[in-house]
């Protein structure tokens, strides 16, 4: 069954004397059944211009003491 996540965001902005804004912004994202097991990024998008990128990862991490030895949900899986 897939479900809906809904993220309400209200911003306030304090003016001078009786002015002031308050916007809302209502946004709906669907919950998508996915525990990148399969080794996807499960409908998520890497942005373009960032300077970061998603990666997936399985096994102990390459130095000591920096992450986990195996993923905490199949212990054989993807983090």
Known sequence: MLGLVIALVIV???GQGLSQSVSANISVFPILPCDF???TTCQWVQGVGDNFD???HSG????GFTGPSYDHTKGNGQY
Do not use: C, I, N, R
């Open 12 to 14: 306030g902005e304090q």
């Open 37 to 39: 097991e399969e080794g």
């Open 54 to 56: 998603w990666t997936l």
């Open 60 to 63: 102990g991490t390459p130095s």
